[in-house]
């Protein structure tokens, strides 16, 4: 049986791939990306110019990237591009792409053609969007985001937990309230104008990528622009692969990115739910001398007394067991969680039994 050789994208690693989408995505090996984040042009079909009330001009976009002979030349090279996309995912693998409502309905139909698993559309709240001058229309204050699984089987990354205290402990929403791109944060080209009509927040990005990678994932970028992506996976210790056909574009994202500071590892650590912590007997605590045999434990308000024995289970009245179980014997509950009902002595303090887990978790994630 012969042995096979694992993708190697290392040589793109931290590169902006200056091309055509559709050719330069070729390059990216099979199966050696993490995430993908498109922000594809839109399409928007503006014809002629766009005017204020006062007749001066609005700077929209106009550019030939975004515009395509029909719906048809717009969904085939949709399909192209996408079709390429999955084709570089990792088997976990999931992608992230914005549009409005002039595209993202026939983005989502060809995802899902294409056999990607929808799992979340985000809707971006802009909290200061362009007016509608014309006043033919509501004012289009959003924007929309798709969140995809490379198939319906992907075990995709999802950080739950991070994203809640992110919140401050409530579930993030699938409405994000941000600002467009404005003030420092704008690039802009030498006559001061902005560089680039659709650069996107960081915010936008440092959520997307802190929500769904890890430090070390390779994040695609196939519609590079102005280099956001690349900043924002930077920052966050993540690996950026860019692809841009404008060469002032790629020239300005890569002055952006190296002018980035990467945060330091232990800003990068990311919360993680309990179940995914590794399981700590209490046995291993006595193991450690953390706890020891003949050690009294108590409730938190010392009504309750039981001595720890070198079983690792705990004795109190004319019971014995488990600290889970005895705990909720002696509250006459049918369940407890005896980590945080428990408490030993130290000194003159009742310390919760919880403390002495959690240093033996910090020690072996050290060694791992």
Same mark, same amino acid.
């Given at each position: 049986?012969?042995?096979?050789?694992? %993708?190697? #994208?290392?040589?793109?690693?931290?590169?902006?791939?200056?091309?055509?989408?559709?050719?330069?995505?070729?390059?990216?090996?099979?199966?050696?990306?993490?995430?993908?984040?498109?922000?594809?042009?839109?399409?928007?079909?503006?014809?002629?110019?766009?005017? =204020?009330?006062?007749?001066?001009?609005?700077?929209?976009?106009?550019?030939?990237?975004?515009?395509?002979?029909?719906?048809?030349?717009?969904?085939?090279?949709?399909?192209?591009?996408?079709?390429?996309?999955?084709?570089?995912?990792?088997?976990?693998?999931?992608?992230?792409?914005?549009?409005?409502?002039?595209?993202?309905?026939?983005?989502?139909?060809?995802?899902?053609?294409?056999?990607?698993?929808?799992?979340?559309?985000?809707?971006?709240?802009?909290?200061?969007?362009? %007016?509608?001058?014309?006043?033919?229309?509501?004012?289009?204050?959003?924007?929309?985001?798709?969140?995809?699984?490379?198939?319906? !089987?992907?075990?995709?990354?999802?950080?739950?937990?991070?994203?809640?205290?992110?919140?401050?402990?409530?579930?993030?929403?699938?409405?994000?309230?941000?600002?467009?791109?404005?003030?420092? !944060?704008?690039?802009?080209?030498?006559?001061?104008?902005?560089?680039?009509?659709?650069?996107?927040? !960081?915010?936008?990005?440092?959520?997307?990528?802190?929500?769904?990678?890890? %430090?070390?994932?390779?994040?695609?970028?196939?519609?590079?622009?102005?280099?956001?992506?690349?900043?924002?996976?930077?920052?966050?210790?993540?690996?950026?692969?860019?692809?841009? *056909?404008?060469?002032?574009?790629?020239?300005?994202?890569?002055?952006?990115?190296?002018?980035?500071?990467?945060?330091?590892?232990?800003?990068?650590?990311?919360?993680?739910?309990? =179940?995914?912590?590794?399981?700590?007997?209490?046995?291993?605590?006595?193991?450690?001398?953390?706890?020891?045999?003949?050690?009294?434990?108590?409730?938190?308000?010392?009504?309750?007394?039981?001595?720890?024995?070198?079983?690792?289970?705990?004795?109190?009245?004319?019971?014995?067991?488990?600290?889970?179980? #005895?705990?909720?014997?002696?509250?006459?509950?049918?369940?407890?969680?005896?980590?945080?009902?428990?408490?030993?002595?130290?000194?003159?303090?009742?310390? %919760?039994?919880?403390?002495?887990?959690? *240093?033996?978790?910090?020690?072996?994630?050290?060694?791992?």
């Amino acid at each position: 049986m012969g042995y096979q050789t694992r %993708p190697d #994208i290392r040589p793109l690693h931290n590169r902006i791939l200056v091309g055509d989408c559709l050719t330069e995505l070729k390059r990216i090996p099979t199966g050696s990306v993490d995430l993908v984040f498109a922000d594809p042009p839109y399409n928007l079909q503006l014809s002629g110019n766009l005017t =204020r009330p006062d007749q001066s001009r609005v700077d929209a976009v106009d550019d030939d990237w975004d515009k395509f002979s029909s719906f048809a030349a717009y969904d085939k090279f949709t399909h192209a591009w996408l079709k390429e996309c999955r084709r570089a995912l990792k088997p976990d693998g999931a992608l992230w792409v914005i549009g409005s409502y002039h595209n993202i309905f026939r983005v989502g139909a060809i995802l899902q053609d294409l056999g990607f698993w929808i799992l979340n559309d985000i809707v971006w709240r802009k909290t200061n969007p362009m %007016p509608n001058f014309r006043g033919r229309r509501f004012t289009n204050a959003h924007e929309t985001l798709i969140w995809a699984g490379r198939s319906q !089987e992907t075990k995709y990354t999802f950080h739950y937990e991070a994203m809640k205290i992110f919140n401050d402990d409530l579930q993030m929403r699938s409405d994000w309230t941000l600002s467009l791109c404005t003030g420092g !944060e704008r690039l802009k080209n030498d006559a001061g104008q902005k560089l680039h009509p659709t650069q996107k927040p !960081e915010a936008l990005l440092h959520r997307v990528l802190l929500s769904s990678t890890n %430090p070390g994932d390779v994040v695609l970028d196939p519609f590079f622009g102005t280099g956001t992506t690349g900043a924002a996976a930077k920052q966050l210790g993540r690996v950026f692969v860019g692809i841009e *056909q404008d060469e002032t574009y790629a020239e300005a994202a890569m002055a952006r990115i190296m002018a980035t500071e990467q945060l330091p590892a232990e800003a990068l650590k990311v919360t993680t739910p309990k =179940r995914a912590e590794p399981r700590i007997p209490f046995g291993t605590l006595l193991e450690r001398g953390l706890v020891k045999a003949g050690d009294t434990l108590f409730d938190p308000a010392e009504r309750v007394a039981a001595r720890v024995r070198a079983d690792g289970s705990i004795a109190c009245r004319d019971a014995s067991g488990s600290i889970h179980k #005895i705990g909720a014997y002696v509250q006459g509950a049918e369940a407890c969680n005896g980590w945080t009902f428990w408490h030993v002595r130290k000194g003159t303090n009742l310390v %919760p039994i919880d403390v002495f887990r959690q *240093q033996v978790r910090a020690e072996l994630g050290a060694m791992a």
